[in-house]
């Protein structure tokens, strides 16, 4: 029994790289496997030896899915949660403990010792596979990389999902007065509720996709702050909040942003006074068979373009691909950050919670944006690549 104790405590050092590589439930169900198998063959031993032999390999897969299993749990429930769990589960686990005896002294009387290991075995077989198949696809909120003090939350996903669902009529305009001379992010007094909801909207989409992926420009492009002919396009801009981002963190470069609409871009003199030279913001069409002019042909070292997946149909992906790329100096940059909702599914960070509103909330927007023959970011890698 020294011996024993002594492999499971040599055995747990490697649960950690085996966890890292299969991740955790996995790493617990593949590792107390073989113990449950190596139980099962301890009475059909021939040899001492070999039933030593056996424990011992029992014993060492039997302690490798104990530090997985905490760190599973502790990952799985809230802070505030984890010491009510854990002290249910140690209870549990306890009282159950407590039953083993009682089955083991009943095999005794009847001279079946064989079947204790078997019954043993077969019971840590059925838990290693209903823990394979209830958790296996669990989505742990730690292994979600973010920025140390960023949060993305429910709100901001619903931030992106009533941009793209709330038509402007849902809004009354309201005056001049009623809008009170809104400042917060430079913009103009006379836009109306909707419209100033809509730059809210569009601002707080944006502290969400900075948030979820952790830069502005792509970490793979070379950007110097120092370069002082680097000239950024910005497509489809909104408010302009990434572009004037951009124009801050990299004052020596040129800016320009490009929308159907100027209803929401910062006022003109917000812009004079905060950028006088390096920001500028122009009425284009994305899909417009011209392009954006000749003017702007080859003349930008990064084109950007965030979320148009709402806004374009049909064949017009074809040419908004084709004008963000006219715009590109040789070797220039195009980054597309966008998403495929009709391919969208739900990864839950919490296992047993009930998601059957958010499952209709999303099977609406597939039909909504399915009628708009919008949406279909699927084919972006095909257009890219023609």
Same mark, same amino acid.
Not at 315 to 341: H, M
């Given at each position: 029994?020294?011996?024993?104790?002594?492999?499971?405590?040599?055995?747990?050092?490697?649960?950690?790289?085996?966890?890292?590589?299969?991740?955790?439930?996995?790493?617990?169900?593949?590792?107390?496997?073989?113990?449950?198998?190596?139980?099962?063959?301890?009475?059909?031993?021939?040899?001492?030896?070999?039933?030593?032999? =056996?424990?011992?390999?029992?014993?060492?897969?039997?302690?490798?899915?104990?530090?997985?299993?905490?760190?599973?749990?502790?990952?799985?429930?809230?802070?505030?949660?984890?010491?009510?769990?854990?002290?249910?589960?140690?209870?549990?686990?306890?009282?159950?403990?407590? /039953?083993?005896?009682?089955?083991?002294?009943?095999?005794?009387?009847?001279?079946?010792?064989?079947?204790?290991?078997?019954?043993?075995?077969? $019971?840590?077989?059925?838990?290693?596979?209903?823990?394979?198949?209830?958790?296996?696809?669990?989505? =742990?909120?730690?292994?979600?990389?973010?920025?140390?003090?960023?949060?993305?939350?429910?709100?901001?996903? /619903?931030?992106?999902?009533?941009?793209? =669902?709330?038509?402007?009529?849902?809004?009354?305009?309201?005056?001049?007065?009623?809008?009170? /001379?809104?400042?917060?992010?430079?913009?103009?007094?006379?836009?109306?509720?909707?419209?100033?909801?809509?730059?809210?909207?569009?601002?707080?989409?944006?502290?969400?996709?900075?948030?979820?992926?952790?830069?502005?420009?792509?970490p793979s492009i070379p950007v110097a702050k120092e370069e002082h002919d680097f000239r950024v396009a910005d497509i489809a801009c909104g408010s302009g909040i990434w572009l004037t981002d951009i124009a801050t963190q990299?004052?020596?470069?040129?800016?320009?942003?490009?929308?159907?609409?100027?209803?929401?871009?910062?006022a003109s003199s917000d812009l004079k006074r905060d950028f006088p030279d390096s920001l500028r913001f122009h009425v284009r069409d994305a899909t417009a068979e011209g392009g954006y002019g000749k003017d702007f042909e080859?003349?930008?070292?990064?084109?950007?373009?965030?979320?148009?997946?709402?806004?374009?149909? /049909?064949?017009?992906?074809?040419?908004?691909?084709?004008?963000?790329?006219?715009? $590109?100096?040789?070797?220039?940059?195009?980054?597309?950050?966008?998403?495929?909702?009709?391919?969208?599914?739900?990864?839950?960070?919490?296992?047993?919670?009930?998601?059957?509103?958010?499952?209709? $909330?999303?099977?609406?927007?597939?039909?909504? =944006?399915?009628? $708009?023959?919008?949406?279909?970011?699927?084919?972006?890698?095909?257009?890219?690549?023609?």
């Open positions: 029994m020294a011996a024993v104790w002594l492999v499971a405590s040599i055995a747990n050092l490697f649960s950690s790289s085996v966890a890292r590589r299969l991740g955790l439930v996995r790493a617990m169900v593949f590792t107390h496997l073989p113990n449950a198998v190596f139980l099962a063959f301890i009475p059909l031993a021939p040899t001492w030896w070999m039933m030593d032999m =056996l424990l011992l390999a029992s014993s060492a897969f039997g302690s490798m899915d104990q530090a997985p299993r905490s760190a599973f749990v502790a990952a799985v429930f809230l802070p505030s949660e984890r010491t009510a769990v854990m002290g249910t589960l140690n209870l549990v686990r306890t009282l159950a403990a407590a /039953g083993g005896p009682l089955v083991t002294g009943y095999f005794h009387e009847k001279k079946m010792w064989t079947a204790v290991f078997f019954l043993s075995a077969a $019971l840590k077989i059925a838990y290693d596979i209903g823990l394979l198949m209830m958790f296996v696809n669990t989505k =742990l909120p730690e292994t979600q990389r973010r920025p140390r003090e960023t949060t993305v939350t429910d709100m901001d996903v /619903g931030v992106l999902l009533s941009e793209s =669902l709330t038509p402007p009529e849902a809004f009354e305009t309201f005056d001049d007065e009623e809008v009170g /001379g809104y400042e917060g992010g430079g913009y103009g007094k006379d836009q109306g509720k909707w419209n100033y909801e809509h730059i809210e909207e569009l601002n707080e989409q944006h502290k969400c996709l900075v948030g979820a992926f952790g830069f502005h420009i792509h990299y004052p020596h470069a040129q800016c320009d942003g490009f929308d159907i609409s100027d209803k929401q871009f910062p080859c003349q930008f070292d990064i084109v950007a373009v965030r979320l148009l997946h709402i806004s374009i149909a /049909g064949a017009q992906w074809t040419r908004a691909v084709q004008n963000a790329i006219a715009l $590109l100096k040789p070797g220039g940059y195009l980054q597309w950050i966008d998403w495929d909702p009709h391919s969208a599914r739900l990864v839950q960070s919490r296992p047993m919670l009930e998601h059957t509103a958010i499952d209709q $909330l999303l099977g609406l927007f597939k039909q909504f =944006l399915g009628a $708009l023959d919008t949406g279909a970011t699927a084919r972006l890698p095909e257009e890219m690549r023609e």
